[in-house]
């Protein structure tokens, strides 16, 4: 089975902070996608790539950014946390069917 | 506007009765149809998808979804809960362009009641 690893279960990060949120996967896919997921407002698609070094902005990408270095890596970046950047953070790689494997989530605090 | 909708935010069932979680989409073409399954806590579970071919699709926990182009519909159903498919439930849409990148509804809450 694919796996996709978010190294941090939780965070606390202080407003300002430049913030790195890890994402591995290991079945070689192509594309990897960073959502957010708010209470009312479901899953919000902030970046996505379709190969190393390769980036799109989704839907919400103002005050992130991404790298893609690696295929099997794709990391978020805050620039700089502010407390409306609080929320729960998901990576996703996507199979060739077009479905999507999750990790466990990371769950961002700014305080 | 294009959309994923599912009216319902939250849902109570008796455990052993049967479940049906509605979708709707609204996009000029057919897209690829999933269901997703979050437990607290943790990342979303591919339940199933449809993509072509037979409308009634199997997927797993004993969950099956049934397409119905005329009413651009996805919904979700299992026959008997059980107190373990307490959960919030995910319809999402994908199209083969962008990645294939996936736009979610906002969610379903079932509550599982004894």
């Known amino acids: 089975d694919v796996k996709v690893t978010q190294s941090s279960r939780y965070l606390v990060k202080r407003t300002g902070e430049k913030v790195f949120l890890e994402c591995v996967q290991d079945?070689?896919?192509?594309?990897m996608f960073w959502y957010r997921q708010d209470p009312g407002l479901g899953l919000r698609l902030i970046y996505f790539?379709?190969?190393?070094?390769?980036?799109e902005k989704g839907d919400i990408p103002e005050g992130y950014s991404v790298s893609r270095e690696k295929k099997e890596r794709f990391s978020l970046i805050l620039e700089s946390a502010s407390t409306n950047q609080t929320s729960m953070y998901l990576c996703?790689?996507?199979?060739?069917?077009?479905?999507?494997?999750f990790g466990s989530g990371t769950r961002l605090t700014v305080v | 506007a294009q959309s994923v909708t599912q009216p319902d935010i939250h849902i109570t069932v008796s455990e052993g009765a049967s479940l049906e979680l509605r979708c709707n989409y609204s996009?000029?073409?057919?897209?690829?149809l999933f269901w997703y399954v979050q437990s607290p806590g943790q990342g979303l579970q591919l339940l199933l998808k449809?993509?072509?071919?037979?409308?009634l699709v199997q997927g797993i926990k004993g969950f099956e979804a049934e397409f119905k182009r005329s009413q651009s519909s996805f919904n979700l159903r299992k026959p008997s809960v059980h107190w373990s498919d307490a959960a919030e439930y995910f319809c999402?849409?994908?199209?083969?362009?962008?990645?294939?990148?996936?736009?979610f509804g906002d969610g379903t809450t079932l509550t599982v009641k004894p």
């Open positions: 996703a790689s996507r199979t060739g069917d077009y479905g999507y494997t």
């Open positions: 996009y000029g073409a057919t897209p690829y």
């Open positions: 790539s379709y190969d190393v070094k390769m980036k």
């Open positions: 449809y993509f072509s071919g037979d409308t």
């Open positions: 079945m070689d896919h192509e594309n």
């Open positions: 999402a849409v994908a199209f083969n362009t962008n990645a294939g990148k996936s736009t």
